[in-house]
C-alpha cells in the first residue's frame, strides 16, 4: 500500500492559454511575425494584467496581442476532462512543430502544458495565439472542445 502525502495546498498548475480576466492571470508572451507565421516573443518576467497593458493592445483583442497564463481553471475549463488538458494533447498531435529547441519560457516550471506533454508541447507553443482570425485549420480544429 502507498503511502504518498499529497499536499492540499500545492497551487494548481498554469495554463499558458488563459483568458485575460481569469484570476492570477499574466502576460508571459507577445505574438509577433506575419499573419501566415506568427510567432511568441516570450518576456523575461511575469506582467500582471491589468487595463492599461490591455489597452496597449489597440483595437484588436488583447489575446491576438499577448499570451496570457493563470492558474488552471480545472473542470471550469471546457478543455479539462477531470485530469488532464485535452487541447494540448490536440495540439501535440494535430499541429507543427514551431521550434526545434525550447522556448526561454517563465511559465514552464508550473505550465500544466510541459507537466503533461513535455518538450513536445513547448516546440508548439511559440506558434499559439490564443485569438486570431486567420487561425490555421489543424489549431482551429485542435482549440474546439467539440471535436
Known amino acids: 500500500m502507498s ?10 498548475p498554469l495554463c499558458p492559454s488563459a483568458p485575460a480576466r481569469l484570476d492570477g492571470a499574466f502576460v508571459f508572451g507577445v505574438v509577433g511575425g506575419t499573419p501566415e507565421e506568427r510567432r511568441v516573443g516570450y518576456l523575461n518576467g511575469r506582467v500582471p494584467v491589468t487595463d492599461e497593458v490591455l489597452a496597449l493592445a489597440g483595437p ?35 499541429t507543427p512543430i514551431a521550434s526545434r529547441a525550447l522556448p526561454a519560457c517563465q511559465v514552464r516550471p508550473d505550465c500544466r502544458w510541459w507537466k503533461q506533454e513535455g ?4 516546440m508548439r507553443c511559440p506558434a499559439i495565439v490564443t485569438e486570431t482570425a486567420g487561425r490555421p485549420e489543424a489549431e482551429r480544429m485542435a482549440c474546439d472542445p467539440a471535436v
Open 3 to 12: 503511502t504518498a502525502v499529497v499536499d492540499r495546498h500545492a497551487s494548481p
Open 119 to 122: 518538450k513536445s508541447a513547448c
Open 60 to 94: 484588436v483583442n488583447p489575446a491576438e496581442v499577448f499570451r496570457f497564463a493563470a492558474p488552471c481553471a480545472g473542470s471550469g475549463c471546457s478543455h479539462f476532462d477531470g485530469s488532464d488538458c485535452r487541447l494540448v494533447t490536440k495540439l501535440v498531435q494535430m
